[in-house]
């Protein structure tokens, strides 16, 4: 029985960890190219209400996953503009991405509400992984996207640490001006990372209204587009410490769920309140060890790179 | 050759620390118009008459007495949040807790309303404006501590406490301060008149407005006419020169959280003191996130708050006339979210002047020299 709860907690902490986990790869990398992306709440919150339309459309949740991506990326190629082109102040155009994606999805989304999905993510049967006792359960009975972000951690890892593009792209957010003078385009790798964050953002948004719930609600990211934002920091922008991090956000959400339907003496407010808490909490705890090791964020984060001011 | 002649073209774009008044005024006047633009275009998009719905919106607004009284009354707590969070912009430090604040200012002035029915007026007000500005104040404070001591970003631990806030207030609404009375409803139960802001007439136009213009002025004047205006804008200028001058950043970043929290509390006391007499869950359709918009729009200038406050209301009540169209009210979130990007890629223009050159080919000239 405890053991049975054990494992269903952990399992349910992968599936509610994963929008977090692609969210914050997403902003890794946009972060690790100097620009910082507060609206990850806002593209999540597009990509799981277009995914969702073109999933009840279409009848192939598979489909809406692509059209999240690509609708992430769209809200993404906005504060590319504004804050790589026009040089616009990097904080104030992720909070208008944000609040953007807010009004946008509930405007898109209004007749959605309360209708349901007739195809979503279905548990994908893995031979020999999915029958293994206990991590069987916990990590391979799940849909493909959860198996696929198993994959995009250790494959965004590669990129940024082991390839000559991951070196450019350090570069870029380190030290945009000395990676320009070696010939790398400080322009062109600041809107590609970006735009691939906000798709990844589209991904972890598509996962809520596709396989976590799986339905439209209003608001429905609620907050976790900016619990990815603080993964990053938790993460110290390294994308294999960010599966980490985003599990065991993911495994706050699902106690404080799963002690709901135990008939716990707390109220069920205060269990939702736990992950924001904790958040707090977290952040407090990391940056203060990041500053007794002296380890810190992309040396150019939020700063526009000019090439008239060098 | 002499065939390359410069362009003999008689105005310079060129870099200007100050931006021209004209440039400061037609960025953001321009900003709103194209944003409502970028929405026609939305509107028509999703197959909906966007010059019927504006038309609608703007008549309703501007054409009725229920519109411009509603405009005002939404104002008011869009432009006391507004003044709140600017404040805070003004040095850099980003408080999107506003929203928060707003809901614990709200419930602290609600404690106070409860716990004393039987009081007179000239207690219950003053003690629920009190109560208001500690429970905004705290929730201001909390994020600013480890900000000015440990440099934990404040962005996400103001914005995380919104959630705390609402999830709070849902819990005190749905549970302990549920009127008994309210057939179950997650209402409190209704303030004694004693506790309610008297209104002007028979509108719904209460005297937070005279709070907010109030909190402008002063605001005002301690930003461009005392040393600690002079402080929070220097630093938000220029961390490095502040250092530099020997100002105190870790105080002042403790000093205007609070005072941000303290006017986004009574944002919140205001709104259910004056408008709703009691506190329900959702009160806030987001004030606290429309006044960043405000805030920034007005270039964190308290006295163009006010201003922009009202074309804010003045969009909010638009947003409910359209309903009765089958128009969601969200749209009006979608067109404040593009006010924004327009006044922030309007704002390259304010950082660029053109300048007429008298001779442009001796200028050229002077240059390539």
């Known amino acids: 029985m405890t053991g049975d709860f054990v494992i269903a907690v952990l399992a349910t902490a992968i599936v509610a960890g994963t929008p977090l986990l692609y969210a914050a790869l997403g902003e890794i990398m946009a972060e690790r190219s100097g620009i910082l992306n507060l609206g990850v709440e806002g593209m999540m919150l597009v990509g799981a209400i277009s995914g969702f339309i073109v999933a009840v459309a279409t009848n192939d949740p598979w489909l809406g996953v692509v059209t999240a991506m690509v609708a992430g990326g769209a809200m993404a190629c906005i504060h590319a503009f504004l804050t790589v082109t026009l040089k616009a102040n990097q904080v104030v155009s992720g909070l208008a991405l944000t609040l953007f994606g807010a009004g946008l999805s509930a405007f898109l989304g209004k007749s959605y509400i309360g209708t349901p999905l007739a195809k979503p993510l279905r548990e994908v049967h893995l031979p020999v992984l999915s029958d293994l006792p206990v991590l069987g359960p916990i990590f391979f009975q799940h849909d493909a996207l959860v198996l696929l972000s198993f994959l995009l951690a250790p494959a965004l890892w590669f990129w940024v640490y082991r390839t000559r593009a991951g070196l450019n792209l350090r570069a870029v957010g380190e030290n945009p001006a000395a990676a320009d003078s070696l010939g790398v385009n400080v322009f062109l790798s600041r809107y590609g990372y970006v735009i691939l964050g906000g798709m990844l953002a589209g991904i972890g948004g598509a996962y809520l209204s596709l396989a976590y719930v799986p339905a439209w609600m209003e608001n429905m990211v609620a907050g976790r587009g900016w619990i990815a934002v603080a993964l990053v920091i938790f993460a110290t922008w390294n994308p294999l410490n960010a599966v980490v991090g985003a599990y065991i956000f993911g495994g706050i959400d699902a106690l404080g769920f799963r002690l709901q339907t135990l008939d716990v003496a707390v109220s069920p407010y205060f269990l939702k309140m736990l992950p924001y808490l904790f958040t707090i909490g977290v952040l407090i705890l990391v940056t203060r060890k990041n500053m007794l090791n002296r380890i810190g964020a992309p040396g150019a984060l939020g700063q526009p790179y000019d090439r008239e001011e060098r | 050759?002499?065939?390359?002649?410069?362009?003999?073209?008689?105005?310079?774009?060129?870099?200007?620390?100050?931006?021209?008044?004209?440039?400061?005024?037609?960025?953001?006047?321009?900003?709103?118009?194209?944003?409502?633009?970028?929405?026609a275009v939305f509107l028509a998009f999703t197959g909906r008459d966007p010059w019927f719905l504006y038309g609608e919106m703007f008549s309703g607004v501007f054409g009725t007495r229920y519109g411009l009284f509603e405009t005002v009354v939404k104002a008011i707590p869009l432009m006391i949040a507004g003044l709140g969070v600017g404040l805070a912009f003004r040095m850099r430090l980003w408080n999107i807790g506003g929203e928060g604040q707003l809901y614990m200012g709200a419930c602290a002035a609600t404690w106070v309303a409860l716990t004393f029915p039987d009081q007179p007026a000239w207690f219950l007000l003053p003690g629920m404006f009190a109560a208001a500005a500690v429970g905004g104040g705290v929730w201001g404070l909390l994020p600013a501590i480890p900000r000015a001591y440990l440099g934990v970003n404040e962005i996400i631990t103001t914005l995380m406490l919104n959630y705390v806030a609402i999830l709070w207030v849902d819990y005190l609404v749905y549970g302990p301060w549920r009127d008994p009375a309210g057939f179950n409803f997650p209402l409190t139960a209704r303030f004694s008149?004693?506790?309610?802001?008297?209104?002007?007439?028979?509108?719904?136009?209460?005297?937070?407005?005279?709070?907010?213009?109030?909190?402008?002025?002063?605001?005002?004047?301690?930003?461009?006419?005392?040393?600690w205006g002079y402080e929070i804008r220097v630093v938000g200028d220029s961390p490095g020169a502040a250092r530099y001058a020997g100002i105190n950043i870790g105080r002042n970043i403790l000093l205007v959280m609070l005072a941000s929290g303290v006017i986004c509390g009574l944002a919140g006391m205001v709104e259910v003191s004056g408008l709703a007499h009691r506190l329900q869950p959702g009160f806030s359709p987001g004030?606290?996130?429309?006044?960043?918009?405000?805030?920034?729009?007005?270039?964190?200038?308290?006295?163009?708050?006010?201003l922009v406050a009202f074309l804010f209301g003045g969009l909010q009540v638009g947003g409910y006339i359209v309903q009765t169209n089958g128009v969601p009210a969200t749209m009006v979130a979608m067109l404040q979210g593009l006010v924004l990007f327009f006044v922030l890629a309007g704002e390259v223009l304010l950082k660029y002047r053109f300048r007429r050159v008298r001779d442009p080919r001796a200028e050229v000239k002077k240059r390539d020299r």
């Open chain 2, 1 to 39: 050759m002499s065939g390359l002649r410069p362009v003999a073209f008689p105005w310079r774009l060129e870099r200007s620390l100050v931006p021209s008044p004209a440039m400061s005024v037609l960025v953001p006047v321009c900003s709103v118009v194209l944003a409502l633009l970028a929405g």
């Open chain 2, 193 to 227: 008149p004693e506790a309610i802001l008297p209104t002007l007439g028979d509108s719904r136009i209460h005297a937070g407005l005279l709070v907010g213009l109030t909190l402008a002025l002063i605001l005002y004047v301690v930003l461009y006419r005392t040393r």
């Open chain 2, 287 to 306: 004030y606290g996130y429309t006044a960043i918009i405000i805030a920034w729009l007005a270039r964190l200038n308290p006295l163009t708050v006010i």
